[in-house]
C-alpha cells in the first residue's frame, strides 16, 4: 500500500514550506492560532450528541410502540458509538495542547470532559502519542499493530471487524484498563477513568430512572461499535504504509466527504498527512496546510484513494 516512487515527486522545499512539509515559520504562525471559542462550542457540541442524544431518547421512547422504540434505542446506540470518535478526537486535539491555548485549562478539560468519559487514560496517551509522531511505523511506534500486515486477506479483514463489532476487541481493552487497577504505575490513570466512568453511571440512573443505561448504552457501543471505527479509522491513516523520513510513504492520503467526515473522522482528522506534516496546526486549519501541500506539488493526485471504500478495499486484497 505504500506508493511508488513515481508517485513522490522531491518537490520540497519552497518558499512556503520546508523539506518535511512544515510551514515556514511566517505561515506557521497564521496556521498554529487556537480558535479557543470555537473549541468551546466543540466541546459542548460533543456532550450534546451523545448524553443529550440519551435524554432525548429516554424522553421520547415511553410514548412510542415498543418496536418503534426499540429501533430508537438501537439507532441511538450506534449513534453513541460515533460519539467515542468525537470524545477521542477532541482528546487527542488536547493531547497536543491545541485544544485551548491556556495549559491548565486544555489539560483539564481534556482530561475529565474527554478523555476519561471516552475510557482514555490522557497523560499515558499524550506520551505514546507523540512517540508515534516521533517515529511513525519505527521500531519504537506505540500503535504498530494496528498498522502492520495489511493488506490482508477480505477474510481476515472481516474476522477482525467481526471481533471489533461482537465485543472481543473491546474486552480486551476493558480487561487491560480493570488490570492496571492492579498496577502501581498504571493505578492513577485507571483509577481516574473508573472514577469517572461510576460518576456517569450514577448520573445515567438517577437521572433517567434507568440504572441500565451506562452498561447498555454507553459501555456497550464504547465496546462494540467504537471499535469497528477505530479500526477503520486506524487502517485508513496508516495501515500497510512504512517507516520512512517521507512521510508521504507513513500516511495515506484520502479524498474528504461528508459520510465518512460524520462517522469516521470528524473534527478534520481525515487531512491526517497534513497533521503528521505539522503536528502544531490545529484540526480547523488542516485542511488549509493539507492545500498548501497539494499546491507545492507534493502531494498529488495518485497518492489520494477516491474513498475510504476504495483505500478498505486495497487494505483487504491480499
Not at 522545499?13 to 492560532?33: Q, V
Not at 450506534?78 to 495542547?97: D, K, Y
Not at 508515534?132 to 486477506?153: A, F, I, S
Not at 500516511?251 to 478534520?268: D, E, G, M, Y
Request: glycine share 6%; charged share 20%; proline share 8%.
Amino acid at each position: 500500500m505504500v506508493p511508488p516512487p513515481e508517485a513522490l515527486p522531491d518537490v520540497l522545499p519552497t518558499d512556503r514550506l520546508t523539506a518535511t512539509g512544515m510551514p515556514r515559520p511566517f505561515l506557521r504562525d497564521e496556521l498554529r492560532r487556537v480558535p479557543n471559542a470555537r473549541n468551546v462550542l466543540n466541546v459542548v457540541s460533543v456532550w450534546l450528541q451523545t448524553m443529550g442524544l440519551l435524554a432525548v431518547v429516554c424522553w421520547l421512547t415511553p410514548a412510542l410502540p415498543l418496536a418503534a422504540a426499540l429501533v430508537v434505542w438501537a439507532a441511538a446506540f450506534v449513534l453513541v458509538g460515533r460519539g467515542f470518535a468525537l470524545f477521542s478526537i477532541l482528546a487527542h486535539e488536547a493531547a497536543h495542547r491545541l485544544l485551548f491555548s491556556k495549559k491548565p485549562v486544555n489539560d483539564t478539560v481534556g482530561r475529565w470532559l474527554l478523555a476519561y468519559p471516552a475510557f482514555v487514560p490522557f497523560d499515558a496517551y499524550r506520551r505514546s502519542h507523540f512517540a508515534h509522531h516521533r517515529d511513525e511505523l519505527g521500531p519504537n511506534e506505540p500503535d504498530l499493530n494496528l498498522y502492520l500486515g495489511y493488506p490482508v486477506t477480505k477474510a481476515s479483514w472481516h474476522r477482525k471487524l467481526r471481533r471489533d463489532a461482537l465485543g472481543s476487541s473491546g474486552w480486551k481493552n476493558l480487561k487491560g484498563l480493570l488490570l492496571a487497577l492492579t498496577r502501581p504505575s498504571s493505578r492513577p490513570f485507571a483509577v481516574r477513568i473508573v472514577g469517572t466512568q461510576v460518576v456517569l453511571f450514577v448520573a445515567m440512573g438517577l437521572l433517567s430512572g434507568r440504572w441500565w443505561l451506562w452498561p447498555v448504552m454507553w459501555l456497550g457501543p464504547w465496546m462494540t461499535v467504537w471499535r469497528v471505527l477505530n479500526r477503520l479509522r486506524a487502517v485508513a491513516e496508516h495501515g500497510g504504509m512504512e517507516h520512512s523520513d517521507d512521510r508521504r510513504r507513513t500516511t495515506h492520503v484520502v479524498h474528504q466527504s461528508l459520510l465518512p467526515r460524520f462517522w469516521i473522522v470528524p473534527f478534520n482528522t481525515g487531512w491526517h498527512l497534513a497533521h503528521h506534516a505539522d503536528m502544531g496546526v490545529p484540526f480547523q486549519r488542516l485542511p488549509a496546510l493539507h492545500e498548501e501541500l497539494v499546491r507545492s506539488g507534493w502531494v498529488t493526485p495518485p497518492l489520494e484513494y477516491r474513498s475510504y471504500g476504495e483505500l478498505w478495499k486495497a487494505a483487504s486484497s491480499g
